[in-house]
Nanobody, 111 residues
């Protein structure tokens, strides 16, 4: 099983990024997918989860209305669209499914 994140980087406050997670080695369309993040000195937290059927939930109150999780089962890929980014969104963002994790992608929001 492999989960490979991409799309992170440095963005100014108010900007947008779209993270991608390409999955392989399992039947992607059968499983829920999640995005977590971990900021320096903080615990890893669940950001959003999407069911196999595409039902999605954003878990962190500060992100509701700004973050959207989606998936493309034909491409075995899950996305996290992040808008109106804030400095406090700075973290390493991880893709997760079953008990597997990606290596993470750094998102830095700074002017």
């Amino acid at each position: 099983v492999q989960l490979v994140e991409s799309g992170g980087g440095l963005v100014q406050p108010g900007g947008s990024l779209r993270l991608s997670c390409a999955a392989s080695g399992f039947t992607f369309s059968s499983y829920a997918m999640s995005w977590y993040r971990q900021a320096p000195g903080k615990e890893r937290e669940l950001v959003a989860r999407i069911t196999s059927a595409g039902g999605s939930t954003v878990y962190v109150d500060s992100e509701k209305g700004r973050f959207t999780i989606s998936r493309d089962n034909a491409k075995n890929t899950v996305y996290l669209q992040m808008n109106s980014l804030k400095p406090e969104d700075t973290a390493v963002y991880y893709c997760q499914s079953l008990h597997y994790w990606g290596q993470g992608t750094q998102v830095t929001v700074s002017s």
